[in-house]
T-cell receptor, first 112, second 115 residues
Framework: GESVGLHLPTLSVQEGDNSIINCAYS??????FIWYKQESGKGPQFIID?????DKRQGQRVTVLLNKTVKHLSLQIAATQPGDSAVYFC???????????FGAGTRLFVKA | NAGVTQTPKFQVLKTGQSMTLQCAQD?????MYWYRQDPGMGLRLIYY???????DKGEVPNGYNVSRLNKREFSLRLESAAPSQTSVYFC??????????????FGSGTQLSVL
């Protein structure tokens, strides 16, 4: 069945270092992948997305990489800041579909 | 710019009680969703409404009902609350009319405890 999972539930990084959050997905038919950030007491917020016809997409301090061969997705955060401390979810969807399936999340701690 | 508004923010129920969670969005989005979030399990889809007048089951619909009251509002009802329904509930919306824009906009959540 469909599932989106994460390799590590918790990640701790030093302020200023780069962070890499990984995600595995199982549904080969998924063609749209999204990263969300959830701060304490708030709902998830969209960070960046990527379609299956792309391998890499960059935003402001964030990069998403997609490896369809091994069904792997990663989120890279450059120069991690204390404000980046949050839970990060990867999610998958289908173009034209209505359901978005979420992974369990990775909690990112940024040490000052 | 309120976005997606959920009420109430917190609720405590006794087993067997009923309640309705309210959700409204002011972005003129077509699709609306209800998710629940449990520790270590991410967000699971309960019900969704692809457009006004339609509703469909998600991954975990048992014990819930929904109503798409109009384009703005999408409510979630627990007819007879059970402790297993203790969770944080999120409403979300998405504008499918904008072609390939797929991202969800979330409310701030309702923390529900069933004793």
């Amino acid at each position: 069945g469909e599932s989106v999972g994460l390799h590590l539930p918790t990640l701790s990084v030093q302020e200023g270092d780069n962070s890499i959050i990984n995600c595995a997905y199982s549904n080969s038919a998924s063609d749209y992948f999204i990263w969300y950030k959830q701060e304490s007491g708030k709902g998830p917020q969209f960070i960046i997305d990527i379609r299956s016809n792309m391998d890499k997409r960059q935003g402001q301090r964030v990069t998403v990489l997609l490896n369809k061969t091994v069904k792997h997705l990663s989120l890279q955060i450059a120069a991690t800041q204390p404000g980046d401390s949050a839970v990060y979810f990867c999610a998958e969807s289908h173009t034209g579909g209505f359901k978005t399936i979420f992974g369990a999340g990775t909690r990112l701690f940024v040490k000052a | 710019n309120a976005g997606v508004t959920q009420t109430p923010k917190f609720q405590v129920l006794k087993t067997g009680q009923s309640m309705t969670l309210q959700c409204a969005q002011d972005m003129n989005h077509n699709s609306m969703y209800w998710y629940r979030q449990d520790p270590g399990m991410g967000l699971r889809l309960i019900y969704y409404s692809a457009s006004e007048g339609t509703t469909d089951k998600g991954e975990v619909p048992n014990g819930y009902n929904v109503s798409r009251l109009n384009k703005r509002e999408f409510s979630l009802r627990l007819e007879s609350a059970a402790p297993s329904q203790t969770s944080v509930y999120f409403c979300a919306s998405r504008d499918r009319a904008r072609g390939l824009v797929e991202k969800l906009f979330f409310g701030s959540g309702t923390q529900l405890s069933v004793l």
